[in-house]
């Protein structure tokens, strides 16, 4: 059974950075389909990023490419998303995600579609 932890959040003035790091235990993160959601209050679970496997490419929502970079460190199992650029509306409770499934990028963004998720982890934009 795959266990996520993510940490990294907190509170950051706009224009600031973060980094968001989901640790993996139970299981080797670089064979599985990885992921970042996010979701704000009375807002549903957005997509934020997502890779297939280690050498699959990388697909990222809208409104984040550009600033946010996710990446992954097979041999300490871990993930990373990278935030940018932070803006007010980057406000939401970050979640790490994991699929046994080989997903195909249209597949990417469809919460249903992973197995494993972290606790989550908030990040705060504002002044």
């Known amino acids: 059974q795959v266990q996520l932890v993510e940490s990294g959040g907190g509170w950051v003035q706009p224009g600031g950075s973060l980094r968001l790091s989901c640790e993996g235990s139970?299981?080797?993160?670089?064979?599985?389909?990885m992921a970042w959601f996010r979701q704000a209050p009375g807002k549903e679970r957005e997509f934020v990023v997502g890779?297939?496997?280690?050498?699959?490419?990388?697909s990222y929502a809208d409104s984040v490419r550009g600033r946010f970079t996710m990446s992954r460190d097979n041999a300490k199992n871990m993930m990373y998303l990278q935030m940018n650029n932070l803006k007010p509306e980057d406000t939401a409770v970050y979640y790490c995600a994991a699929s046994r499934a080989n997903l195909i990028t249209s597949s990417l963004p469809r919460s249903g579609n992973y197995d494993y998720w972290g606790q989550g982890t908030q990040v705060t934009v504002s002044s």
């Open positions: 139970g299981g080797a993160l670089s064979s599985l389909t």
């Open positions: 890779r297939r496997g280690s050498f699959g490419s990388t």
